[in-house]
């Protein structure tokens, strides 16, 4: 059962994603690499390493009612690795830091504690937050207020400050900006934990809703210590946000089915580089479409493509295409899992029409240890309602990791 207000709401919003189609196969084949390297702890540290020369940019402090605000920027590392490959306004990293005035002695209920104890939780952005009032007002100023927990709030690539000009709202242009957003908020949160890390922070956790949740769990897998992580309203793979949930509907499968066609190299370079954990490229399109995946109340279903396409056979293996990238992309089972699953706290919302979680593997036990509790909502709803539901998670994370390491 899927809620019928995550539906409605849907419905009346006019983005729509990937308005140019995949970006060009030069690009998927870049991002797909780098991806395959960052998806792997080991072999991302080398990327990684290469930006510790990076230079945090503070811009302006100021003393707002009961928090100190500080802005500040520095240049993305994926602009030197994958030079040209991101829009030259997401080029800059923006990000705002949330403190509160004074800290407190140790976490609640905790005598062990031996170093200073300022934990701080970096926040990424959910599918249509721009800018950093709505995290700042309904995360990071609480978080502040109830248990002086500080907040780094980072700007995504091709939203707010880092909008490309010629962007609608938050229309991604290609599915392959989709891809570039992810890996290079993976290389921007390793530079702001570091940078947290020397400025004496810590615990320190990521923290996102929806699409933010996911791209915290990519940020949090790269890391080579214990992090807390709470990732809300977000699941296993964008493949069913994008393949199976109601954002489906917001996509131009025509569209996406000609260039399909058009360019071999989709069909042959770039598939060839395309690993699911979940299904296999040789899947019958009738049974990928009508058994493994596609939930009833979806509207892009096999009847679609009878309908509106003149080759069938060909535009569902364009949808199979679309599942095997953002799998290749997104899939969490492609990517290291973090050094400690026990300070993983997952909220899921139980009637979510934005993340399905049919045919793919659970968090919880792709991540055996974490932990996960269910909102009884849907995905818009519990935005509204369980603000509160989340910074709870995030309080758990926090004394976990002081019983665990009580010497930091």
Not at 38 to 54: V, W
Not at 187 to 216: D, N, T, Y
Not at 358 to 372: E, T
Request: positive net charge; hydrophobic residues 35%; contains cysteine.
């Amino acid at each position: 059962m899927e809620s019928r207000i995550d539906q409605v709401y849907r419905s009346v919003l006019l983005t729509r994603f990937f308005t140019k189609g995949w970006g060009s196969p030069d690009t998927l084949i870049k991002i797909i690499k780098l991806r395959k390297d960052l998806g792997d702890r080991e072999k991302a540290q080398p990327h990684i390493q290469a930006t510790s020369g990076t230079k945090v940019k503070l811009i302006k402090e100021t003393k707002q009612d009961g928090y100190i605000l500080i802005d500040g920027e520095f240049k993305s590392p994926i602009t030197d690795l994958l030079p040209g490959i991101c829009p030259p306004e997401s080029q800059a990293a923006h990000f705002q830091v949330v403190l509160p005035e004074s800290w407190s002695k140790g976490p609640e209920g905790s005598r062990s504690w031996s170093r200073s104890w300022r934990p701080l939780v970096l926040h990424f952005a959910g599918t249509g937050d721009h800018f950093f009032w709505r995290r700042r007002t309904l995360m990071a100023k609480p978080l502040v207020k109830e248990k002086n927990v500080g907040s780094i709030i980072l700007e995504n690539p091709y939203y707010g400050l880092r909008k490309p000009k010629q962007q609608l709202r938050s229309s991604l242009h290609h599915v392959s900006d989709l891809f570039v957003m992810g890996a290079s908020l993976i290389l921007e949160a390793q530079v702001l934990l570091k940078w947290a890390e020397r400025q004496g922070f810590g615990p320190l956790c990521c923290h996102g809703i929806s699409m933010g949740g996911h791209m915290a769990s990519l940020a949090a897998s790269a890391w080579t210590k214990p992090i807390c992580l709470n990732p809300c309203l977000a699941w296993t793979s964008g493949s069913v946000t994008f393949c199976q949930g109601v954002m489906a509907n917001a996509i131009n499968w025509r569209l996406l089915h000609q260039q399909y066609k058009k360019d071999e190299k989709y069909r042959s370079e770039v598939w060839n580089l395309v690993n699911s954990p979940e299904f296999s490229r040789e899947q019958s399109g009738d049974k990928f479409l009508e058994d493994s995946f596609l939930s009833p109340e979806s509207k892009v279903s096999l009847d679609y493509f009878r309908k509106y396409s003149t080759n069938a056979k060909t535009d569902v293996e364009a949808f199979m295409f679309m599942r095997g990238l953002m799998d290749e992309c997104t899939h969490l089972g492609n990517y290291s899992v973090p050094m400690d699953p026990e300070l993983i706290e997952i909220v899921a919302a139980e009637f979510d029409a934005y993340q399905p979680r049919r045919g793919v593997k659970p968090l919880d036990q792709l991540w055996p240890g974490s932990n996960i509790r269910y909102t009884p909502n849907g995905h818009v709803s519990s935005y509204l309602l369980n603000q509160d539901v989340f910074r709870e998670a995030i309080y758990d994370c926090f004394n976990k990791f002081a019983q665990k390491y009580p010497n930091g």
